[in-house]
């Protein structure tokens, strides 16, 4: 089934950058005024008890959930598998890692990274987002740190993607 | 903590609603669900609309691919439209406005050491984000679509950043003592 949404597809291939780039400039400006932050807000609840953060990120996950909802009911073609915990099985993923493993692979590949994005960006003092948009404030460290995201980008697609799927399979992950 | 960072915008003078992170959470929940409704025709996948590392991967990867006629992988939604998702330079930029207006832009270096720390923990935070399929927005966008298995990247993660300030309380109880 391909999904249909509420531009038709030869108009919306041109609307991509177009409206991504607007949603951009709002998240950045005010994740700028609001220092947003995923694991910040983790570490500040930790350490501090301090839930200003934390409370931008749980808003986050259930206005998602709010937001996907209306748009479901306004337009269910466009939002493919609505709720997938109930269309396509419990734990089951939602595309966008390497494909063709078993569910376990993409439980552990859940687990393994998650750990470790946030032991290395609580050193860094914060998640992606942050480090882009302190960036984008005149920080140095930050602003090589999306340099090696951008080089890492190229060394996922053209080396680590197939070699993750090659060792999952080899120790029977493969479906 | 090792540096600048979201703690600092912690205190209460900012009163603001519109500078509160829960506006912006709500913001980038709604919005994302509404950049699916509007352009999903153009591809997948699902829960895609905002993902820090997913969206560099798709700006840059495309970008290359254009460039250098290379093929290397990305997106649906960003190999079939004219160019790739840009919400990334919209962030670059929105900061820039942002920290400009309010006289917060401040140029911070570090020392060389520093930069090759932040820059290979920007390649390693990416492969480990691209092996699960996002970066933490993308797994809250995950979570609310119903992916229970972002629920549980998101616990871990949690689980990661307590053992992290663990440890680093640890070193600096050390360095006092």
């Not at chain 1, 391909?2 to 607007?22: H, Q």
Request: aromatic letters at 14%; proline letters at 4%; one cysteine or more.
């Amino acid at each position: 089934m391909v999904a249909v949404g509420i531009l038709p597809r030869d108009i919306a291939i041109y609307a991509v950058p177009v409206v991504t780039l607007m949603l951009g400039l709002l998240i950045g400006y005010f994740a700028q005024r609001s220092g947003y932050c995923s694991i910040g807000g983790f570490r500040d609840f930790y350490l501090f008890r301090h839930t200003r953060l934390l409370s931008g990120y749980i808003t986050l996950i259930l206005a998602s959930f709010v937001g996907y909802l209306i748009f479901w009911f306004i337009i269910p073609s466009a939002m493919e598998g609505f709720f997938w915990a109930n269309t396509n099985g419990l734990f089951t993923a939602i595309p966008g890692a390497p494909g063709g493993l078993s569910p376990a692979a993409y439980f552990l590949f859940a687990i393994i990274p998650g750990f470790f994005i946030g032991l290395i960006c609580v050193y860094l003092g914060g998640c992606p987002i942050r480090q882009t948009v302190m960036a984008s404030e005149g920080n140095y460290k930050a602003a090589w740190f999306f340099v090696g995201m951008c080089i890492g980008s190229i060394i996922f697609a053209a080396w680590v993607s197939g070699a993750v799927v090659v060792l999952m399979k080899s120790v029977g992950f493969g479906v | 903590m090792s540096d600048k960072s979201g703690s600092e915008h912690t205190g209460q003078s900012h009163r603001d609603w519109m500078r509160h992170p829960a506006f912006l959470g709500a913001l980038i929940g709604i919005l994302a669900a509404f950049t699916q409704a509007l352009l999903i025709s153009a591809g997948g996948p699902v829960a895609y609309g905002f993902c820090v590392a997913c969206h560099t991967r798709d700006l840059v990867n495309g970008l290359t691919n254009i460039v250098a006629g290379t093929h290397l992988a990305l997106a649906p939604i960003s190999a079939n439209a004219v160019l790739p998702v840009m919400s990334i330079v919209g962030v670059l930029i929105g900061g820039y406005v942002a920290a400009k207006s309010t006289k917060e832009h401040k140029i911070r270096k570090g020392t060389n050491l520093d930069y090759v720390i932040y820059f290979l923990a920007g390649v390693i935070v990416l492969q480990l984000a691209m092996i699960f399929g996002g970066c933490p927005y993308r797994a809250a966008l995950r979570t609310g679509y119903g992916d229970l298995s972002a629920l549980v990247f998101i616990l871990s993660m949690a689980a990661g950043v307590i053992v992290g300030a663990y440890i680093m309380l640890k070193w600096a109880e050390r360095e006092e003592a």
